[in-house]
């Protein structure tokens, strides 16, 4: 088996926070090393001598310790939602990185800074997120009708400061599609795997993998997937099948539901009895080209999903599904 990547990461920065959440997005798992900042770990120093989170090593002992770069790496293995496609996200990040940063600091932690004052912190930060609640009210996320990356790395930032000032941040009318936006996030089941807790690392402690509720897909047992005739058909003339689960494509949920055999019944009469033909596709793991990730449902069980299209290639049998 390939070597997991390792990260090391702290839960409640920013910067680490965006990170993580392209892991999640690409469907990715690492080892995962929380890291308390008092006593940063000897190995994450030799690693990158500049001690800050994230740090992801590679398994080839490639480096990569700046967080934006994480997100590149990230989805540049997959990117099932699109998150690249928009290429003007470079000049939102810069704000957020520079300025608005400059001013969240400075407002959040005045004490640090001697010579600054609150409220002219707070009046610089609030006009650069007006400026960005009217952006999104003009187009829903922040550059278009769909999340890019400058949307995935701006908003743990946008978090901090109404952290920082949640009764100021909650009450300005010119904030609202920013709160909006934001909520899309914090609401998201992603935010609560996102922020889950680890113990600081020990390397004679456990040595959990993020995100702590999934596994590895192993490849070596057959998955499964069901698909209406209809869909089926759609992807033999585009010569790709991109249908996450009935009525909702991959860019829609970021993955393609697949299930164990033992797994089929459940599967199909939660959501497919009342479809009338169902097709079973039987799909060979080594020969898709995309991450696998078995992930946690709400009820507990862990499913196996794929983080990309599934190319017919990878299709061994299709015949109708039969209960």
């Not at 278009?144 to 790395?153: E, I, K, M, N, P």
Request: include cysteine; hydrophobic fraction near 40%.
């Amino acid at each position: 088996m390939t070597q997991l990547p390792v990260l090391y990461s702290f839960r409640r920065c920013p910067f680490a926070m965006r990170a993580r959440w392209a892991l999640l997005q690409a469907g990715l798992l690492v080892q995962w090393r929380e890291v308390a900042l008092k006593h940063k770990p000897a190995e994450m120093l030799q690693a990158s001598a500049k001690g800050t989170v994230p740090v992801l090593v590679l398994g080839d002992d490639r480096v990569i310790d700046e967080s934006l770069e994480v997100m590149h790496w990230a989805l540049a293995q997959a990117d099932p939602r699109g998150l690249l496609q928009n290429r003007d996200s470079g000049t939102l990040i810069a704000e957020n990185d520079g300025p608005f940063k400059h001013h969240l600091d400075r407002f959040k932690y005045t004490d640090r800074y001697p010579g600054e004052t609150t409220e002219t912190h707070q009046r610089a930060g609030l006009a650069i997120l007006r400026e960005w609640s009217r952006q999104i009210d003009q187009h829903g996320w922040l550059l278009s009708d769909r999340a890019s990356l400058a949307d995935g790395a701006l908003w743990p930032f946008v978090r901090q400061w109404r952290i920082a000032d949640p009764e100021g941040f909650d009450h300005d009318d010119q904030l609202k599609p920013l709160r909006n936006w934001l909520r899309r996030f914090l609401k998201d089941p992603l935010f609560e795997r996102l922020m889950q807790r680890a113990d600081p690392w020990d390397p004679a402690g456990a040595q959990p993998h993020f995100p702590a509720d999934a596994i590895a897909v192993p490849l070596t047992q057959p998955l499964f997937h069901l698909a209406l005739e209809a869909d089926w058909r759609t992807a033999t003339r585009d010569g790709v099948y991109r249908i996450s689960t009935r009525g909702l494509r991959l860019e829609q949920v970021g993955f393609i539901h697949c299930s164990w055999e033992e797994q089929l019944l459940g599967t199909y009469e939660r959501f497919y009895s009342d479809a009338g033909d169902v097709l079973l596709l039987e799909i060979d793991p080594k020969l898709v080209n995309a991450p696998l990730r078995a992930d946690a449902a709400p009820t507990g069980d862990l499913f196996p999903h794929l983080y990309g299209a599934l190319p017919l290639k990878a299709v061994r049998e299709v015949a109708p599904f039969r209960t």
